[in-house]
């Protein structure tokens, strides 16, 4: 009964690939998150999304763009992978029945490896 | 955008002792949230305290929201206490935690 979840935990592939970490969460939240942190430990939101809006943190490249097939997955599709793309991608979610301020949940933190 | 400060960025401690470790922000936000990350990579809510006090067991934690800086406590500090913890703010109608850097807290037996 894992709140949020992600897949897979570890990941390692080459540059140039296309990859793809999946995520899924069953507290019926409606807002979910990508964030990444880098191996100075420091965590960065890349997108946030509901089924209304998406917003993606205007550093983020294009070659990261979640896909939501419905409320509960929020998925990363990462293209033309890099070395600098190696970092552990966190999935997250949240309720904004609180219009001002909501409690986030993480995932257990998808480690990928880019060689 | 919103600046989170954490201090200190290290602390090391020897179990059963007592910390504060302080979060400062540059503007006025309406979340703010404390979080354990364990030695095993997992981030853990600890509190959700944009103003106010909160406690849980030998945790608590103050946020002074017109001074614009928060506290967490830590008493009696145990060895599965270590881990980083962080400070992350956010403002307006969106969720979108803006983190500090992070203490590095490391409890010794």
């Known amino acids: 009964d894992t709140a949020v979840s992600q897949t897979p935990k570890y990941l390692v592939t080459q540059m140039g690939n296309d990859k793809s970490i999946k995520c899924e969460q069953n507290?019926?939240?409606?807002?979910m998150y990508w964030y990444k942190q880098d191996s100075k430990k420091f965590l960065k939101i890349m997108f946030s999304?509901?089924?209304?809006?998406?917003?993606i943190n205007e550093t983020v490249p294009n070659r990261f763009s979640p896909k939501s097939p419905d409320k509960a997955h929020l998925n990363l599709h990462i293209n033309s992978l890099e070395l600098g793309d190696s970092a552990v991608y966190f999935c997250?979610?949240?309720?904004?029945?609180?219009?001002?301020?909501?409690?986030?949940?993480f995932g257990e933190g998808s480690w990928l490896t880019v060689v | 955008g919103i600046q989170v400060e954490q201090s200190p960025p290290d602390l090391i401690l020897q179990e059963g002792a007592n910390s504060t470790l302080r979060c400062n922000f540059s503007?006025?936000?309406?979340?703010l949230q404390w979080f354990h990350q364990n030695p095993w990579g997992q981030l853990i809510n600890l509190f959700y305290?944009?103003?106010g006090t909160k406690q849980n067991g030998r945790l608590s934690a103050t946020t002074v929201a017109t001074e614009r800086y928060s506290l967490l406590y830590i008493s009696s500090s145990q060895t599965t206490d270590s881990g980083v913890y962080f400070c992350?703010?956010?403002?307006?109608?969106?969720?979108?935690?803006?983190f500090g850097k992070g203490t590095k807290l490391s409890v010794k037996p």
């Open positions: 997250a979610s949240s309720t904004r029945e609180r219009i001002y301020g909501n409690t986030i949940y």
């Open positions: 507290l019926g939240h409606d807002t």
């Open positions: 999304y509901n089924n209304k809006e998406l917003i």
């Open positions: 503007d006025s936000v309406n979340n």
């Open positions: 305290i944009p103003s």
């Open positions: 992350a703010v956010a403002r307006g109608s969106q969720g979108n935690l803006i």
